[in-house]
């Protein structure tokens, strides 16, 4: 069994910064595309980055510029560096993992606020 782990979310004010973190078990883990979306109330839950297993990165278009995912598989965590925050961002933000098909595992999410 699988599980994705995220932690670092809180609140900041707008132009601040978050890291978020996302702790996978299973020695597999570091093989598979690692990807971070996020949830707005009454909002469709929104593509925000992802990570290959060898590094190659997407991000969607609204945070492009501003956010950087990375990865540690010797630790087995992915990571969400968030700068220049912006109230929009406030959602709670899941990491799931890509097996190829489908988005087969998610954590339970950490929720973002950004005050203006």
């Known amino acids: 069994q699988v599980q994705l782990v995220e932690s670092g979310g809180g609140l900041v004010q707008a132009g601040g910064s978050l890291r978020l973190s996302c702790a996978a078990s299973?020695?597999?883990?570091?093989?598979?595309?690692m990807a971070w979306f996020r949830q707005a109330p009454g909002k469709e839950r929104e593509f925000v980055a992802r990570?290959?297993?060898?590094?190659?990165?997407q991000y969607g278009d609204s945070v492009k510029g501003r956010f950087t995912i990375s990865r540690d598989n010797a630790k087995n965590t992915a990571y969400l560096q968030m700068n220049s925050l912006k109230p929009e961002d406030t959602a709670v933000y899941y990491c799931?993992?890509?097996?190829?098909?489908?988005?087969?595992?998610w954590g339970q999410g950490t929720q973002v606020t950004v005050s203006s």
């Open positions: 799931a993992r890509y097996n190829g098909a489908n988005y087969d595992y």
């Open positions: 299973g020695r597999t883990s570091s093989v598979y595309t």
């Open positions: 990570i290959s297993a060898v590094g190659i990165k």
